[in-house]
């Protein structure tokens, strides 16, 4: 298909005009019921006109074709030539050898369950093959299991150090997840494993199993056939939670919380493909997003989870967002004239008011922050949660209203201090306010809403991709540092640097390999 450059297209334009002239809200809600969650754009410039506009912008970029052929398997990953077909994994009907290997997956759990096998479990694997499992796992496992889990992606050997210390090699199980398997990481960190069973005495192939799409270089690694579980190449790594990936997960918090996953991400698809784009949530949110950043210029999203188990929430988001966004040529290959994909970072309330919300009240820049909150707790201090919520609420009120100088000076004449105490005093205490934010509201931490909510990011994601031109599902960055580091290795190992590199970093390999 002819995709045109966004900055020619006048819905762009148009769009542009709108929302320079939107201000934000001061008043009124404007709230999005979805599967498993509320999502609360109030925080976010909107108008009818703006709304209208980035409808007729989603329908310049064919949005409910794009849509549809996402959902049906077909190659929108346009520069690796296949399908981003992740969905697939959580439909209920899904394609042929989903379902199987499933059950193959749900078999090895309640086997081990039955048996009472493997009270440790080392997750070998890094990024996409890592972060959703320390997700689920710190979510849903968070009061503690019967089986540890420790997670080893770094390829540090301080990392596989610390995560084979002090068990039990003959209760060890090891899981290796590499789609390709060949991630230099994963595969170094599994060989020093498989050191470490041997060395116990222990036939490594009885203590490991791997996930991959390759399963043929899983075997010739010394991985049995019936413990090798697909994973498939229409599945990107940031994507594959939803797959034999988080075997793991079920090992440790249970098979049910997978199917709770899904169930809840199936229903959010379910919303993306069918709602109005109106009261469409991760259409809305990324109609904000594209705002945010390429008109308004923010460099940057905060996620603010106010809810401790939702610590990896950041990492987790800030992989899928990044890693699909960070592109600055469309399909076409050309500049996409705009800012895109904004660094993603943040850190769970309420440590992040006493660590970095002094910036993003205050500061010259700021933010656009996603608070997200559960209604109900699931521990028994409901004072505890009371000040949660009341802390979520308050930061997030103080960003939107902020404070005008006159009433900094009216507080501080309030608390006793003279009119030149407070006319130098006032100033300090201003906050610009009319920062953009949403906040998602969560019943309760369940699998089914935090699957919803992954999946709500996930098409917020390829929404935002599709409206800047750009592929959300390939990473030739990441690849071009992997080739890199190869030929580096060989040169710190001995062999002659190449007058390819800079002049520092040849410098720095002669330096190192003394």
């Not at 394609?95 to 493997?118: H, N, Q």
């Not at 902020?402 to 006793?416: F, I, M, P, S, V």
């Not at 309760?444 to 809403?449: E, G, K, N």
């Amino acid at each position: 298909m002819t995709f045109p450059a966004l900055t020619d297209l006048p819905e762009w334009k148009r769009f542009v005009l709108v929302a320079q002239a939107c201000a934000p809200r001061e008043d009124g809600l404007d709230l999005i019921e979805a599967p498993g969650l509320t999502l609360d754009s109030s925080g976010q410039r909107h108008s009818a006109e703006l709304l209208a506009a980035g409808e007729a912008l989603l329908a310049a970029r064919q949005f409910s074709t794009q849509r549809a052929r996402l959902f049906a398997g077909e190659p929108v990953n346009t520069t690796e030539h296949r399908a981003a077909w992740h969905t697939a994994l959580r439909a209920l009907r899904s394609p042929e050898g989903v379902l199987s290997e499933r059950e193959r997956m749900d078999a090895f759990v309640r086997k081990a369950d039955a048996e009472r096998r493997w009270r440790h479990i080392v997750h070998i694997g890094i990024g996409g093959s890592d972060w959703g499992v320390r997700l689920a796992v710190s979510a849903f496992g968070y009061a503690g299991t019967w089986r540890e889990v420790r997670s080893v992606a770094n390829i540090d050997g301080h990392a596989i150090e610390g995560g084979l210390a002090g068990l039990d090699p003959r209760h060890t199980l090891v899981v290796l997840v590499s789609k390709s398997f060949t991630t230099a990481e994963t595969l170094q960190n599994g060989a020093r494993a498989r050191e470490w069973l041997q060395a116990a005495g222990l036939d490594p192939a009885a203590h490991m199993v791997a996930v991959t799409a390759k399963p043929e270089r899983a075997r010739a690694w010394g991985i049995p056939d019936e413990q090798i579980f697909h994973l498939w190449d229409w599945v990107g790594g940031r994507f594959s939670v939803w797959s034999a990936v988080s075997l793991t997960t079920a090992l440790s918090v249970g098979a049910d919380v997978l199917a709770g996953l899904r169930m809840g991400a199936a229903a959010m698809d379910e919303h993306f493909l069918h709602a109005p784009l109106s009261v469409n949530a991760p259409v809305r949110m990324a109609l904000a997003g594209v705002v945010n950043r390429s008109i308004l210029g923010h460099g940057s999203l905060n996620i603010a989870p106010y809810d401790s188990r939702l610590a990896n929430l950041v990492p987790y988001v800030q992989q899928l967002d990044m890693e699909s966004l960070g592109k600055s040529v469309d399909l076409a290959g050309r500049p996409v004239g705009v800012p895109t994909g904004p660094a993603v970072w943040g850190m769970p309330g309420t440590d992040a008011q006493h660590t970095f919300f002094q910036w993003m009240h205050q500061g010259s820049d700021g933010a656009p922050v996603d608070f997200i909150v559960c209604r109900q707790a699931d521990h028994h201090w409901p004072t505890h949660h009371r000040q949660l919520l009341a802390n979520c609420l308050a930061q997030r009120e103080a960003l939107m209203r902020g404070k005008t100088l006159d009433q900094a000076r009216a507080e501080c004449l309030a608390e006793g201090l003279d009119a030149a105490q407070a006319d130098a005093l006032a100033p300090h205490r201003v906050h610009p306010g009319g920062r953009a934010n949403h906040l998602v509201v969560l019943p309760r931490l369940s699998p089914y809403s935090l699957g919803a909510l992954l999946a709500l990011y996930e098409h917020r994601v390829f929404t935002q991709g599709l409206i800047w031109g750009i592929d959300p599902f390939d990473q030739w960055g990441v690849e071009y540092g992997k080739v890199l580091a190869r030929d580096i290795v060989g040169e710190l190992q001995g062999d002659t640097a190449q007058p390819v590199h800079d002049v520092s970093t040849r410098h720095w390999i002669t330096e190192l390999k003394r």
